[in-house]
């Protein structure tokens, strides 16, 4: 997957101090976009990271694509 600034600028990282951020969440799955990865930490599994180049990954970068899209339209249409 390319290097996508929409789906950054809506999952990507938050700064929550100065030096620190936290990853932003999507479908259960914290987003790693410097490490191209999603990342799920269920409560009674193992830790489960999945590569955005996987099959599986590429499935859930589309999904977050349209997601982050949707996000903006609405964000930004309720001005105009």
């Given at each position: 997957?390319?290097?996508?600034?929409?789906?950054?600028?809506?999952?990507?990282?938050?700064?929550?101090?100065?030096g620190?951020?936290?990853?932003?969440?999507?479908?259960?799955?914290?987003?790693?976009?410097p490490?191209?990865q999603?990342?799920?930490?269920?409560?009674?599994?193992?830790?489960?990271f999945?590569?955005?180049?996987?099959?599986?990954?590429l499935?859930?970068?589309?999904?977050?694509h349209?997601a982050?899209?949707?996000?903006?339209n609405?964000?930004f249409?309720?001005?105009a």
């Open positions: 997957m390319y290097r996508c600034f929409i789906c950054e600028s809506v999952f990507g990282p938050k700064a929550i101090a100065a620190v951020s936290q990853l932003q969440t999507f479908n259960g799955y914290s987003v790693d976009f490490l191209r999603f990342r799920s930490l269920p409560r009674d599994a193992r830790l489960q999945i590569d955005f180049d996987s099959p599986k990954g499935q859930l970068c589309a999904v977050m349209e982050a899209i949707n996000h903006l609405k964000k249409t309720k001005f």
